[in-house]
């Protein structure tokens, strides 16, 4: 069987995880462990190495999503977990400014790993301190082709426009990619 | 009796003026750290040759650091040459019309000059002088005045304590600017500013890049704030440890596209969900 695999990274308590879980059709296979430090006000627990979502696209085909560990001292893994990937998917949570930073961090890092399509996530659009993607765009200084998408983790239709969007973005760029030679 | 100290106490320039005034003849060391030293022999008061760690004093690599050779070139030229001095080397190649006997002192000139003005950016170390001490015998000497040399040093070292302010930490990656209104078409860029662009990275802090293109601090800083000027490149805020570890090069390309059709069966199922 033929598999295709999606990161989703992103800061600390962006959403990672809600956002596998809200579209896999397994039971996410979380590695998460209970937070011991100061992050701990803001979640119980964290994702350590990744998690694993699958979505069956026909009989020879399955689409994994990887999700990153956010916190910085687990930033080893991401390099190893964007090996061979389609694209990724850089989830920010829109209401917690503080994390933008840390975002455009990420996407930097990211994008020296390999040279594959990206979109960002706007995440928690359904928090009233949310910033709307466009003002998201400018405050993490993107370019204004990258998108940047309402997304509500938690939702299932809101994540399937965002994984649509990025494989739109992903067809695109195999678009502009020369012809192979037909095989004879 | 040799004169010894510290560079703190005493720069590289007030031990050339001293050099310079009392028309010394001798080898002046200079040791910067355990890996690190460089040697200046003077002949009454004239710098005559440099000679730096690491690097080859020969005749043929110098006149390649110094553009007036190709590597391919003095490698053939080492392979065809039976000689084994400097000085014969040059007359081989002068008899062979390869270089002419101006381009080779001019060559040999330019590599003393660009050593010593690296010289002028080490602020600490140790140095001694050693009277009457002088360049074996076998390699090219040149006489240079130290009166441009003093003036150019002092130059150098205002324009290094300005770069030091422009760009105090070395510790910190760059990036490219996303600046749309550069004119790309219009930047030339030299070959140094090439090799500094091609390792531009978040992961890659600017000493790093320093040290596997061999770059000192003066170098590096300078080639840095040409490109900032230039609006091309950004730093970073610190993202990695300090270190001496090998800068990673640029990402590899990205991976071949999976085909069309998986893409579309991709979107088509994920449509459905």
Not at chain 1, 97 to 103: C, L, N, Q
Not at chain 2, 23 to 43: E, P
Not at chain 2, 112 to 124: A, D, G, K, N, P
Request: aromatic share 6%; net charge neutral.
């Amino acid at each position: 069987m033929q598999t295709v695999k999606m990161v989703v990274t992103g800061p600390f308590n962006s959403g990672k995880t809600a956002f596998i879980g809200s579209i896999s059709e397994i039971p996410v296979v979380r590695t998460e462990r209970r937070i011991t430090d100061h992050t701990r006000s803001i979640k119980e627990q964290t994702t350590v190495a990744m998690d694993f979502g699958r979505i069956t696209i026909d009989k020879d085909l399955a689409l994994y999503l990887f999700g990153t560990p956010g916190q910085k001292r687990f930033d080893f893994m991401w390099e190893i977990l964007s090996e061979g990937m389609l694209g990724f998917i850089v989830m920010v949570d829109s209401a917690r400014p503080e994390t933008f930073r840390e975002a455009r961090r990420i996407l930097d890092t990211f994008r020296t790993y390999s040279n594959t399509p990206f979109v960002i996530a706007a995440n928690k659009q359904d928090d009233e301190d949310a910033w709307p993607p466009e003002d998201l765009k400018i405050a993490l200084g993107l370019d204004q082709d990258v998108r940047v998408l309402p997304c509500i983790a938690t939702q299932k239709e809101s994540v399937k426009s965002v994984l649509l969007e990025l494989l739109y973005v992903i067809l695109e760029n195999a678009a502009e990619e020369p012809a192979h030679p037909r095989r004879r | 009796m040799a004169l010894k100290g510290n560079l703190k106490d005493v720069s590289l320039n007030q031990l050339l003026n001293l050099i310079y005034l009392a028309h010394k003849t001798g080898a002046l060391t200079l040791q910067r750290d355990s890996n690190t030293t460089a040697r200046l022999y003077f002949k009454e008061g004239k710098l005559i040759q440099a000679a730096m760690d690491g690097q080859s004093a020969r005749l043929t690599d110098i006149l390649v650091q110094v553009g007036k050779l190709t590597a391919d070139q003095a490698k053939a030229i080492r392979a065809r040459a039976q000689v084994d001095t400097d000085k014969e080397l040059g007359l081989l190649m002068i008899q062979n019309n390869v270089l002419s006997q101006a381009d080779i002192i001019q060559g040999v000139k330019n590599y003393l000059l660009e050593s010593v003005y690296t010289l002028f950016t080490w602020h600490q170390g140790t140095f001694r002088f050693d009277p009457n001490v002088l360049p074996p015998p076998e390699r090219i000497t040149v006489a240079v005045n130290l009166d441009h040399l003093i003036i150019e040093g002092s130059r150098r070292v205002q324009e290094w304590e300005h770069l030091r302010d422009e760009l105090p930490d070395l510790d910190v990656p760059l990036k490219f600017a996303e600046r749309p209104d550069i004119n790309i078409r219009s930047i030339n860029l030299s070959v140094e500013q090439w090799k500094v662009i091609s390792f531009i990275n978040s992961r890659n802090t600017i000493r790093q890049i320093a040290n596997f293109l061999k770059m000192d601090e003066f170098q590096i800083r300078r080639i840095v704030y040409g490109l900032q000027t230039a609006g091309l490149v950004d730093v970073m805020p610190a993202t990695t440890p300090p270190g001496g570890g090998p800068p990673v090069p640029l990402p590899p390309p990205a991976p071949p596209p999976v085909g069309r059709n998986v893409l579309l069966r991709v979107i088509d199922r994920i449509r459905k969900i």
